[in-house]
């Protein structure tokens, strides 16, 4: 007869299994049969948080640097609450977590009981599925399905609820079996004929646009790298999503930049005026489309996407691949490379116009900002936070707001995986858990927070956790003392009524990192912020960046609501300039 | 137009609305109803009916009906996302008007009233297949079998006829012919 386990340590063993070296969670009563376990397996490392959120948030920072999936533990009731934001977040950005919640035993199931909370009905709509494990037999399965389902089709959180009791009972453990299936919700089955049609539309374009989004990261460093030789191979302009940045190298000069809201001139306007659009991995988000009924307008429109729901969910497309789009992409290329057909040669006379068009659009230069010598510009600190950090291997993440966009648009990412920012849902708070995620991920790695002060003001205990685990993570906080973009759009929109968005009670950041056992540094002039990067980057311990920037200061460009791609707002160069000719002030 | 104040765009034109009745597989396992309800609240989807039974006790298989509205997109978007949920096996789904389906939902009526009424109230059911399932000197129970607008009208015809109560089924639905769902 093989071996009996507790539900404990079947949860181990699963872990181990799946090749899971950390956690990230918080004990409490309905976990502690797991706790008590976690000192017969040495293999596996927890990392303390301080909030369940900021366990979530640090798995995710672990997931999404290291492509490996996150995998949380927490008690029951407030445990398993406090966790729902980054289960949500890990939801809408399709990051894939395993979270372990306790649960009380099962007799008190549904007698409110303490710390008891209808767990996985919470959880239901921010997964891709639960489970209430309520008999022992069905854990090693669920485990491993559980870690499948997370990882697989399009990643996402799932939640594995385990009453104390069920931690406690006893049976035989089983490993995981090979390519389980689950009712055949991973599709990759796309075929030759939608190739051969792509490559039919691509070479008949004469103003295409590629569009990627995260997709291309999920899929994998493989997926970029093919994409780089899928660019270089056609000559195709490419432009990416928030999600999607370090896909394709930054700096590159097929790269138009980020698009959408807060996306450059050249890119929002490729997206308008193109005749051929080519979605890979990006699902037409909101912040992305602008005006649904004029997003661009003139062109044949491809979706290559894993999620066949994505297809179709916003912006009806002329064809559809549904796949991974690494295997899309390898695809594509093989086709055209067998086919001999060198677009850039073939459609030079084409694209090459294409090309003019988008380098007059380029001299708008849209990013730019009035620079100050006596204050600090949020983008100008950016700017020199990349200079100085470009030369290593550099992971950034943010939390949600001005300071977000400033870093999307003035750091220039090279590779996938470095950057960890809350796109879809827009958690503030974000910021700070997934550094020390994607610290605990590389450890040898510079991993630099760009954050705004109200952001980190919502997880700053989890600086302790840095400080406990010698994570020498850098929070830059852009501090202009108000909620920044609240603050834009009351001003754009709500006639300067700046309701409730500034910080009148703001700690010492500086004091503040010495309490929790930090570094913290502080710039208040232009002249001085280059040397005080450098002594953050210097130093290895964790570091509380305070970086006083021009309090007014707006993100530009940006896509006033309901307005199409091609009547962006430019920055403050273009304002005066219009203000002038009197064109574009209706557009404020 | 005033200026829009929202974050968000402004909502544009919807298509017509079409009727469609899905039928969705699903392992018959606890939560499995709430996780299709709450796909169907949490997206907006608007559920007309529902009806939902084992259908296959070896392979622990259960039927659920859902009667709904939508847009042409908004049908293919919820197809869509019920094959992404994990126990959903198979997902039909058919337009109210599609003559090789049937669909019939099923109504107790209980009329309270003379001997009379209660013939006359059995006489106005003849259409529907009435099954008696229950008589005594003043009430009657009556089984029908009928669609949807039929039980509507049967509900407003026999109201004079002394009818109290109305306990009523989502629709199912059956291919015609030799045909399965695929």
Not at chain 1, 33 to 46: F, R, V
């Amino acid at each position: 007869m093989s071996k009996l386990y507790s539900g404990a340590e079947i949860v181990f063993k699963c872990l181990e299994d799946q090749g899971v070296e950390f956690i990230f969670g918080y004990p409490g009563g309905a976990v502690l049969p797991i706790y008590d376990e976690l000192k017969n397996h040495p293999s596996i490392k927890h990392i303390l948080v301080r909030h369940e959120q900021g366990a979530g948030h640090a798995a995710e920072g672990y997931a999404r640097s290291s492509g490996k999936p996150g995998v949380v533990l927490v008690t029951s009731g407030p445990g398993a609450t406090n966790v729902v934001t980054a289960l949500t977040d890990a939801y809408m950005d399709s990051v894939p977590l395993v979270c372990i919640s306790g649960q009380v035993p099962t007799h008190l199931i549904g007698t409110d009981a303490f710390q008891e909370c209808d767990t996985t009905g919470i959880t239901r709509p921010c997964t891709k599925h639960n489970w209430l494990v309520k008999d022992i037999n069905d854990l090693p399965r669920i485990m491993h399905e559980a870690f499948i389902v997370a990882t697989t089709g399009r990643p996402g959180p799932v939640l594995v609820d385990i009453p104390k009791d069920v931690q406690f009972a006893k049976t035989k453990y089983s490993k995981p079996k090979k390519e389980k299936k689950i009712n055949g919700k991973v599709s990759n089955g796309f075929n030759q004929k939608d190739i051969d049609q792509l490559i039919n539309l691509m070479s008949k374009a004469s103003k295409p646009v590629f569009y990627t989004g995260g997709g291309v990261i999920n899929s994998g460093p493989k997926a970029s790298e093919l994409l780089r030789e899928l660019i270089s191979l056609t000559g195709f302009p490419i432009t990416s999503t928030l999600q999607g940045l370090g896909a394709y190298p930054g700096d590159d000069n097929q790269f138009l930049g980020m698009l959408g809201m807060h996306g450059t001139y050249e890119a929002n306007n490729a997206m308008h005026d193109c005749d051929l659009l080519i979605n890979i991995g990006a699902r037409f988000d909101d912040r992305i489309t602008g005006k649904i009924d004029e997003f661009s307008p003139k062109s044949k429109k491809v979706h290559i996407d894993i999620d066949p729901s994505s297809i179709n969910k916003i912006v009806k497309v002329d064809l559809s691949i549904v796949g991974d789009v690494g295997d899309v992409i390898r695809s594509i290329t093989k086709t055209l490379k067998n086919k001999n057909l060198n677009l850039e040669k073939s459609n030079k006379q084409k694209i090459s116009k294409w090309w003019q068009q988008i380098q007059k659009w380029r001299t708008k230069d849209s990013l730019n900002f009035i620079n100050s010598d006596t204050i600090i510009k949020p983008q100008h600190a950016v700017q020199r936070l990349y200079e100085l950090t470009k030369n290593q291997d550099t992971y950034i993440t943010t939390e949600v707001g001005q300071h977000q966009m400033w870093a999307a648009q003035h750091y220039k990412f090279n590779k996938p995986n470095r950057w960890m920012t809350s796109g879809g849902l827009g958690t503030m708070g974000y910021g700070l858990p997934a550094a020390v995620g994607v610290q605990i991920a590389h450890p040898k790695k510079l991993v630099v927070d760009i954050a705004g002060e109200a952001s980190i003001l919502m997880t700053m205990q989890e600086i302790s956790t840095a400080v406990q685990y010698n994570l020498p993570i850098k929070i830059f906080i852009l501090n202009n003392q108000y909620m920044g973009m609240v603050r834009q759009w009351q001003e754009l929109l709500h006639e300067k009524n700046y309701s409730e968005s500034y910080s009148k009670a703001l700690p010492d950041f500086v004091k503040l990192a010495e309490a929790y056992g930090c570094i913290g540094i502080r710039a208040k002039k232009p002249n001085e912020l280059d040397e005080k990067i450098q002594e953050m980057i210097d130093v290895d311990r964790p570091v509380i960046f305070d970086c006083h920037v021009d309090q007014d200061e707006n993100c530009f460009p940006m896509i006033p609501s309901g307005k199409p791609h091609n009547q962006m707002l430019l920055g403050p160069k273009d304002q005066e300039k219009n203000k002038i000719t009197g064109k574009g002030k209706a557009l404020v | 137009m005033a200026q829009s104040k929202s974050a968000y765009s402004i909502p544009t034109k919807t298509g017509k609305l079409d009727t469609h009745i899905f039928v969705v597989w699903v392992d018959n396992e606890a939560g499995v109803l709430a996780r299709v309800v709450g796909l169907f609240s949490g997206r907006g989807y608007n559920i007309e009916s529902l009806a939902v039974a084992e259908v296959d006790h070896k392979n622990n298989l259960s039927r659920v009906t859902i009667v709904t509205t939508g847009t042409p997109e908004v049908i293919e978007q919820i197809a869509l996302q019920l094959k992404k949920l994990v126990p959903v096996h198979k997902v039909a789904n058919f337009k109210r008007e599609d003559k090789k389906v049937i669909f019939k939902e099923m109504a107790l009526l209980k009329i309270v009233g003379s001997q009379i009424k209660i013939k006359k109230a059995l006489n106005t059911c003849k259409k529907f297949n009435p099954v008696v399932l229950d008589k005594t000197n003043k009430s009657i129970v009556i089984q029908i079998t009928a669609l949807r607008r039929e039980i509507d009208i049967m509900g407003k015809n026999l109201k004079p006829l002394g009818l109290v109560s109305v306990s009523r089924t989502g629709a199912v639905a059956m291919t015609r012919g030799a045909e399965i769902f695929n």
